[in-house]
């Protein structure tokens, strides 16, 4: 390795953001070339190789490791190397390798990612222990190397841990390590970035390696330095990589080759016929060790399922299989291998085919359709069967996933299903052909065409296949990115669609945890959202985040997204750039959708602009209720920033509970076309995956037109002029200027004179616009236009017009845009200095604004990218002009991402208060209260506190302040500073620092008693409630205990009283709740009395309980004492072991036969104590349908969704954990979690109010054979 290979920077990488594009200077690139020419010495004055590595009979041999290791497995060509080196001894091999990887175990977490490292950890050598390896192949490196040069001293710790944690799991057997080198960033050109700077920092991190396997004389194979320079097999081309960091097929034969070499072993690959066995072995094992739907099988939503789990180990006699035939394999002679290598994965040539299944007969359903359409069936069995998601290409044919296998594999059953293409060759509106172009697939949930093939998602990859002979079938297979999650195989990527700017936009749902490697570093999302792709230079970034299940994505006229959710309730939800919407995890805070009230769930989405269809249905939004059986349309207005919708008349409808629309798309003749499942059973999880009810061989596709209406001619786009297209782009079909707009991108710079003329001859801004995203799409700034577009007339177009700006912000200085390098293209605002952010800034101030709050939203969301105290003070000034909630959601999710440089303006002075009142108040309230409290007090001491507590500053103080902070609050409170309403709000913001955040304020707590006797009710309330909380006034126990049963106080300072002798605890508190719910006290005392005293000490409280339950003579009070008890941890039991065996009150049992259903746990031994000790009948014992049809009258009247989601979301309750809030029909969900109903096993099928009671409160599986309904 010569050292000026190496020469380059290492500015550190963030998740997602381009690496290493910035040179050092001066003094620090001295050093970096001293360092890498000593690197180099090291490797000139190496000792002589040491003797060849030997694998051993019985040897189980495991590969770990990054995205390098967890392909390997699909390739196979290391490992029957490795075989066919030792062809007689019986060596097993199990690869666990994982996209993305660090030798924390990071990628890996799954649902553990929030737990931290040490959780991480123990889960990888949990998996590395059920392998029981005696050698392991470590091939960690390019992953942790985007964290740059100052990264590799925490994977050095973390990877020297890794052997340390396997060697100990391991003992007294002794592991045996071979440690493999990353890779070089191999340069492909353009448009891929410029990888001088990344390998500068890999040299780095394959150097540590190399050390650390010199301390424990391991084997090292420097794939890094000699993995280029090793000799060509026969066939193979000149490229190693598919896109500069992971290895093509013959990459892999060539890194096999030079890994034998570098153990000193014979360079044996092994046959094709031997390769062709590890893979197939390969395959069973990934699908029995890293199993789609885990969360069903092992996790928390197993108890849904008939506990498939089982199927799992029958996987092991399978794999057994291929193993025998490897081992009669491994001595073979060895022919060349290169028949499954040609770059990217070659696949077998066979004549086109069509669906093979024969399915039984399925009866058609009857449909009602809106006023003046008409409906036919385009395509059915054997056409096609078990349609996912579908999408056209220019030609107009429909390319369709297919899969019979879903939901779950079974052990043994070969992954076969397919990308279908259907085609109406004689324009009569049914598909005549029907093709198999790719099969051998596992579950593909989505497809899109594009790039001279067809892009799926399906399991952890997105895939391209090409058909490069023209016979109609793939003949050539690429992955394009690898590790996305598969917890959920409805979860998994999914709803593929081109946007104007050139992007492919991918979604996945709130299980699936992705962490993929690309050649400008790791993206990260660990729940619900939608990605963004540039497939040619391979930039990926996150477009939303959150959602339960969002299988709807389209974009308006002006690129504005919307998104549905196929297990929400929200409707149609308007996509803010990054904004984080319903479930997401971990999110402060979440955006609302533009739909008004409670839908049930939706999916799929499609904006009408086609003139089959009336003109006032021109915009319109349609979308599939797949329960209910139809189609449904929405009308959408713009409101502020945001839109409005309102659901209008259905679409399509049937009665037939076997017409499941999933999909729907536009078609080239301007119709609608549904995709429709065709299946009984629609639930992923609450049906078990071997349900024999599981339709597998049928589906279909409807094709809706309006009667005597135009039909627009089919044409082959493909084959149209560059004029043409563009033409295509101001017409009224959305189909052709989707279409279009895709044929010019993928014509790629060549268009650029065409577009430019006819963008001269456009008087319509919005066609101006439609030359912008051509420019995007092929990856060309034009600055001109973008600044002629950010002044244009139409709100709307500035908006898009911004959102460009967003995208090419790094590129329009005047500098870069007379000549771009390859490392200024990749180049991010973050990584700009002063002088090259002065030129975006300074179009986004005058956007931030703008009159039209659609524009400012999209100038905020610009503004983030900019990490700088100017980024900041811009977009704070957007607190000074009107908000409605989208734009001030956006407000505050541009304010969290830009608070580290205002912080630290705000400590420096720079930002300069005077003046920005308002912003100052917003931006310490929007962030999180540990940065705020960063300079609150600094602000304070500047801006003291007016008497009536003006503002939210008493609330914030209380969030966020520190103790210094808070005993200037609770001074000024116990002094008089304040007015009785400031003071009572002071009292409460520091009762929640306690409670929430365990801070208390500096000073003399103590003096909080003299507020107990302050004229202001409130006051006094408020400080008792903040004595509890500081839990310091256990010498004051006895006038608390007067307090709370003198006949004067007021019912809310007895609650607080009551509430504050629990919090402080101990014997004393203990004895003052025994007298207080003594008999001698009033009975609203004793009941509130006993409540205290059983959440502080349960055996005590239960004689004094049982006393006041059963001289209760009103049934309401009874039951809202039963509730509170049962409450208390142990208090069931309790009370059922202190009940009479006879002479308890009906009215008594039957509020406690209710609270006991309504707690939601399975209290038998006490509803059979009630039932005996009241002799009530068995038809008293439940609740009645009257009394059912009026909690469900109550819940819709009462209950708040919002309210319930608060309930659901918070920590301690762990409702997160196993349940995902899907409040489908009229937030039914929501409310029944704020009306303190029972747990929501079961519930995700997100049923209406009227049917929750008969499953919630008396639940015995009602949600999966169907509830009640009481109306």
């Not at 430019?756 to 001859?761: E, L, S, V």
């Amino acid at each position: 390795m010569h050292p000026f290979d190496l020469i380059g920077t290492g500015v550190r990488s963030k998740a997602g953001s381009p690496p290493f594009q910035q040179r050092p200077s001066g003094l620090r690139f001295a050093v970096y070339q001293l360092l890498l020419l000593l690197l180099a010495i090291a490797e000139a004055t190496a000792t002589s190789p040491p003797a060849p590595f030997e694998l051993r009979e019985g040897d189980r041999v495991l590969f770990l490791g990054d995205t390098l290791i967890e392909r390997e497995g699909t390739t196979g060509y290391l490992e029957s190397a490795l075989t066919a080196a030792f062809p007689d001894r019986n060596i097993t091999f199990r690869n666990l390798g994982w996209s993305a990887d660090l030798p924390t175990g990071r990628s890996r977490a799954s649902f553990d990612w929030s737990r931290g490292e040490e959780n991480w950890f123990t889960n990888l050598l949990g998996q590395v222990a059920a392998v029981r390896p005696s050698v392991v192949v470590l091939g960690y490196g390019m992953a942790s190397s985007f964290d740059g040069p100052d990264g590799v001293a925490t994977f050095t710790r973390s990877f020297e841990r890794l052997i340390e944690g396997i060697s100990k799991g391991a003992s007294p057997n002794p592991v045996r390590y071979v440690i493999l080198g990353p890779i070089r960033h191999e340069d492909l050109g353009a448009p891929l970035p410029d990888p001088t700077a990344h390998n500068a920092s890999l040299a780095l991190y394959n150097s540590a390696l190399r050390e650390i396997a010199a301390r424990h004389a391991y084997p090292f194979v420097d794939l890094f330095t000699e993995l280029p320079r090793a000799p060509r097999p026969k066939g193979a081309g000149a490229r190693l990589t598919e896109n500069g960091i992971h290895l093509s097929a013959d990459g892999y034969r060539r890194m096999a080759l030079t890994t034998l070499r570098s153990l000193g072993l014979k360079e044996t690959p092994g046959s094709e016929e031997l390769r062709q066995a590890v893979l197939a072995k390969n395959e069973l094992f990934f699908n029995q060790w890293r199993p789609e739907n885990s969360t069903y099988l092992f996790l928390f939503r197993k108890h849904e399922q008939g506990q498939n789990a089982r199927e799992i180990p029958q996987f092991d006699p399978l794999i057994q299989e291929q193993e025998k035939r490897i081992a009669s394999l491994r001595g073979r002679a060895s022919p060349d291998a290169a028949g499954a290598a040609k770059g990217s994965k070659a696949l077998p040539t066979a004549a086109p085919r069509t669906p093979k299944i024969d399915p039984t007969p399925q009866a058609h359903p009857s449909f009602d359709l809106a006023p003046g359409l008409e409906i036919n069936l385009y395509a059915e069995n054997p056409h096609l069967y078990k349609p996912i998601h579908m999408n056209f290409d220019a030609r107009g044919r429909l390319w369709v996933a297919s899969s019979s296998v879903y939901p779950q594999i079974k052990p043994g059953q070969t992954a076969d299903d397919a990308i279908i293409v259907l085609e109406d060759k004689n324009g009569d509106g049914v598909a005549e052909s029907s093709t198999i172009f790719a099969d051998g697939l596992l579950i593909p949930t989505g497809v899109e065409p594009g790039d001279g093939g067809v892009y799926v998602g399906q399991s952890t990859e997105l895939l391209h296949f090409k058909d490069t002979d023209g016979d109609g079938r793939a003949d050539v297979r690429r992955t394009i990115l690898s590790g996305f999650g598969t917890e959920d195989t409805h979860h998994i990527l999914h709803t593929l669609h081109w946007g104007m700017d050139g992007q492919l936009y991918m979604n996945q749902s709130i299980y699936i945890h992705t962490h993929t490697e690309t050649p400008n570093g790791v993206v990260n999302l660990n729940s619900g959202g939608i990605l963004g792709l540039r497939p040619s230079t391979l930039e990926m970034g996150i477009h939303m985040k959150g959602l339960v299940n969002t299988w709807g994505h389209q974009m308006d006229l002006y690129g504005q997204s919307f998104a549905t959710d196929g297990a929400g309730g929200e409707g149609i939800n308007w996509v803010v750039p990054q904004a984080m919407y319903f479930t997401y995890a971990g999110a402060r805070r979440i955006l609302g959708s533009v739909s008004p009230g409670n839908y049930p769930k939706f999916c799929s989405l499609e904006i009408l602009h086609s003139p089959v269809f009336p003109d006032d249905w021109q915009g319109s939004m349609v979308t599939c209720d797949f329960r209910a059986h139809r189609v449904v349309r929405f009308s959408i207005q713009e409101q502020g920033s945001a839109y409005v919708t309102q659901e209008m008349p259905d679409l399509v409808r049937s009665q037939d509970a076997t017409f499941r629309p999933i999909d729907v798309k536009l078609g080239p003749d301007g119709a609608l076309y549904i995709a429709d499942w065709s299946n009984p059973i629609i639930q992923h999880g609450e049906v078990d995956f071997r349900d024999p009810r599981r339709d597998k061989e049928h589906g279909r596709i409807w094709r809706v037109t309006r009667k005597g209406g135009p039909v627009i001619p089919v044409t082959d786009l493909t084959r149209a002029s560059n004029e043409e297209l563009l033409a295509r782009l101001t017409g009224p079909s959305g189909f052709h200027r989707e279409k279009a707009r895709r044929v010019l991108a993928e014509r790629g710079k060549a268009i650029l004179p065409a577009v430019k003329r006819w963008i001269g001859a456009q008087t319509e801004e919005r066609a101006q616009l439609e030359g912008l995203w051509l420019h995007q799409a092929v990856d060309v700034v034009n600055e001109p236009l973008l600044e002629r577009l950010l002044t244009a007339r139409d709100g709307r177009v500035r908006a898009a017009a911004v959102r460009v700006l967003s995208a090419w912000a790094a590129r329009i200085s005047p500098e870069v845009l007379k000549s771009e390098t390859r490392v200024a293209r990749f180049a991010t605002p973050s990584s700009l200095d002063a002088a090259r952010s002065s030129r975006p800034l300074e179009l986004l101030a005058a956007r931030v604004a703008d009159e039209h709050p659609r524009v400012r939203m999209e100038a905020l969301r610009a503004l983030s990218k900019f990490p700088t105290a100017r980024a900041a003070e811009l977009a704070l000034s957007a607190a000074d002009r009107p908000l409605d909630k989208y734009l001030e959601y956006a407000l505050w999710l541009t304010v969290n991402d830009l608070a580290a440089p205002w912080i630290e303006a705000l400590k420096s002075g720079d930002w300069k208060i005077a003046g920005r009142e308002k912003q100052l108040e917003y931006g310490l309230g929007a962030i999180e209260p540990a940065q705020a409290g960063q300079v609150l007090g600094q602000i304070l001491a500047r801006h003291p506190l007016d008497r009536e507590g003006s503002g939210n500053w008493i609330e914030l103080i209380g969030r966020a302040g520190g103790p210094a902070d808070l005993g200037r609050l609770y001074q000024q409170a116990i002094s008089g500073g304040f007015t009785e309403p400031a003071t009572a709000r002071a009292l409460g913001a520091l009762e929640q620092a306690a409670r929430l955040r365990k801070a208390q304020p500096a000073g003399d707590l103590q003096k909080i008693a003299d507020l107990f006797t302050h004229p202001a009710d409130a006051v006094r309330v408020a400080a008792v409630r903040a004595a509890g909380a500081w839990r310091t006034l256990g010498g004051r126990i006895a006038d608390l205990s007067r307090m709370a049963g003198a006949a004067t106080t007021s019912p809310a300072l007895r609650t607080a009283v009551l509430e504050a002798l629990k919090d402080l605890g101990g014997q004393p508190a203990v004895e003052a709740l025994l007298t207080l719910s003594g008999e001698a006290s009033p009975p609203a005392v004793r009941s509130q009395a006993v409540v205290a005293l059983a959440g502080l000490k349960l055996e005590a409280a239960v004689p004094s309980a049982v006393q006041v339950l059963l001289k209760t003579e009103n049934e309401s009070e009874s039951q809202s004492l039963w509730r509170s008890l049962l409450g208390v941890r142990g208090a069931a039991a309790a009370l059922t072991h202190a009940l009479p065996k006879s002479g308890i009150p009906p009215a008594v049992a039957k509020a406690g036969l209710r609270a006991a259903r309504e707690s939601g746990r399975n209290e038998p031994d006490l509803v059979l104590a009630l039932t005996r000790g009241a002799d009530l009948a068995e038809g008293e014992a439940t609740l009645s349908d009257a009394e059912l049809k009026e909690l469900a009258t109550v819940v819709l009247r009462q209950g708040d969704p919002r309210k319930g989601e608060e309930v659901y979301r918070r920590q301690q309750l762990a409702c997160t954990t196993c349940h995902s809030m899907t409040n489908g029909s009229q937030g039914a969900l929501a409310h029944f979690k704020y009306l303190d109903t029972p747990a929501v096993d079961g519930v995700a099928t997100g049923l209406p109010a009227d049917q929750l009671p008969s499953g919630t409160i008396a639940f015995d599986g009602a949600f999966v054979t169907g509830p009640k309904t009481y109306t």
